[in-house]
């Protein structure tokens, strides 16, 4: 694979010609790991989910991008819609690096809306010639044509004393009449925090301080915090960058997590909790943004990715992609994640509808593309254990194995078998423990190179990128018990 010198990273979009993303586009075109109901680049690499906000009756949605290639380099924001959180338009470019206060990056941000036209308000990224970073905190409104107006300089300029250039990632919100912005940032002792300024017009900020949430050293840095309510409760969701494993937590290179309220103080910032649960037990998960929705859900999407890994279709020109919308929600102090209802309108028929018990291998052959909707639910009574292989050759050797054990009560994913490896540095199995098994539901939305798990209504979920080869499409189910069982599969289009 090409590897990218620094100057070809910051190449502006503008200094490569047409034909250099005619044939990039041709090539990425050709990949057979598109996906096909999945928000992905068209060149390129995506990373980060930002401005995610309901305005003006749709959804917006931007995304990180780096147009030239599969690398991190100079970041655009690219821009989606949709009216149903299925359907998603493309609007083209969102952002453009294009002053002296982000000219190495427009980085991640967030969306709110201020005199009723839609604002954002993000981290522009410079570098001096010895490579020394300064990021700033720009805020932008969008115009009628889509582009966006920057207020310059920018609102929050530099790095506040105690901070380091690890300073990014602001997500704005309105209490009352007064704004709020809470950012990722690590202190100058190398550990991970998270700050918040207020301001009265969002234009002018005012460092508030730290928010306290009882974890001092934890991670040299945290990206993408996310503070918001649900059901009375607070929620902080970040990425804390530095976190050692610990037994089945903590596998991925970065995680992603949260904490929930018990009582929180605006004025103190104290975020009094009962401590810090990853929210996705898969291998492919970061970088999340919630918005409300007009009905009032709290709606989650996340990169379908980590920083600083490789993946299959680099080669291809192009790397990742987001996660389908989740609806979140808190049962017994803790996170839910659902995929939304309106999932639902991507079903094109029912190809399976089976029930009864378990006992040795039923398999499943399966016609078309890997782009289907599975539902399962399991009577563990028996206390047996049952795998559920997804992405199966016709030879049942090679596999993306799903095991379900009541004796151990986990949940254990494994992708050895599955397609191309990569990534298995960081392993290539992760578990999720339950309280109870006697009963368990999987719902799952297989993609062309993805798969997304969602056990018990939400009560975990595995996120993870797959790259099968030619012909892994088949489904089988076994166990060495009697287990009864119901599945359903829906095609999607």
Not at 111 to 138: A, C
Not at 182 to 208: F, N, P
Not at 317 to 336: D, F, V, Y
């Amino acid at each position: 694979m090409k590897e990218w010198t620094r100057a070809e990273r910051y190449k502006k979009i503008t200094d490569h010609p047409e034909e250099y993303f005619v044939a990039l586009a041709e090539k990425v075109d050709a990949s057979a790991f598109r996906q096909h109901y999945h928000i992905q680049p068209h060149t390129g690499l995506l990373n980060d989910p930002n401005g995610f906000i309901h305005f003006d009756g749709k959804w917006h949605l931007f995304y990180q991008w780096f147009p030239m290639g599969p690398v991190h380099g100079l970041k655009h924001w690219y821009h989606v819609t949709s009216t149903d959180l299925v359907h998603w338009q493309d609007e083209g470019i969102g952002l453009l690096p294009d002053t002296a206060y982000d000219s190495h990056g427009a980085y991640s941000g967030s969306g709110f809306v201020k005199d009723g036209q839609l604002h954002i308000m993000y981290t522009g990224n410079v570098r001096s010639k010895e490579w020394e970073r300064t990021p700033n905190q720009i805020v932008a409104r969008m115009q009628a044509d889509g582009s966006f107006e920057k207020f310059l300089p920018p609102a929050i300029q530099g790095i506040p004393e105690g901070y380091t250039d690890h300073f990014r990632d602001p997500k704005v919100w309105k209490v009352e009449d007064t704004y709020y912005a809470i950012l990722g940032a690590q202190r100058t002792d190398e550990t991970g925090t998270a700050v918040v300024y207020e301001s009265a017009d969002a234009l002018s900020w005012k460092l508030k301080g730290e928010l306290d949430i009882q974890l001092p050293d934890f991670g040299y840095m945290w990206e993408c915090p996310d503070l918001f309510e649900i059901d009375g409760q607070m929620v902080l969701l970040f990425s804390p960058q530095g976190l050692e494993p610990e037994g089945d937590h903590y596998q991925n290179i970065f995680q992603t997590g949260y904490v929930i309220g018990k009582d929180f103080q605006l004025d103190s910032l104290d975020l009094e909790n009962d401590g810090f649960h990853e929210l996705d037990a898969g291998f492919d998960f970061y970088a999340t943004q919630t918005a409300e929705s007009p009905d009032g859900r709290r709606i989650l999407t996340a990169w379908m990715g980590l920083p600083e890994m490789a993946y299959p279709t680099d080669r291809e020109g192009w790397a990742h992609c987001l996660t389908l919308p989740r609806e979140l929600g808190i049962r017994n102090g803790r996170l839910i994640q659902r995929p939304v209802r309106e999932l639902e309108e991507l079903r094109t028929s029912k190809s399976i509808a089976e029930e009864g018990t378990l006992k040795g291998k039923i398999a499943f052959e399966r016609e078309g593309r890997n782009s289907y909707e599975m539902k399962l639910t399991l009577d563990l009574s028996e206390q047996a254990p049952v795998t559920v292989n997804l992405c199966e050759d016709d030879d049942q050797e090679n596999r993306f194995s799903i095991t379900i054990d009541p004796t151990t009560k986990k949940i254990t994913i494994d992708r050895s078998a599955c397609g191309i490896p990569f990534g298995e540095e960081y392993g290539t199995a992760r578990s999720l423990r339950l309280e109870e098994m006697d009963q368990v539901s999987l719902h799952i939305f297989v993609d062309t190179s993805s798969i997304e798990i969602f056990v018990n209504d939400g009560e975990g979920t595995f996120t993870s990128r797959i790259f099968p080869n030619e012909g892994e499409k088949n489904i089988s189910l076994e166990s060495p018990e009697k287990t009864t069982f119901n599945l359903e599969i829906w095609e999607l289009g």
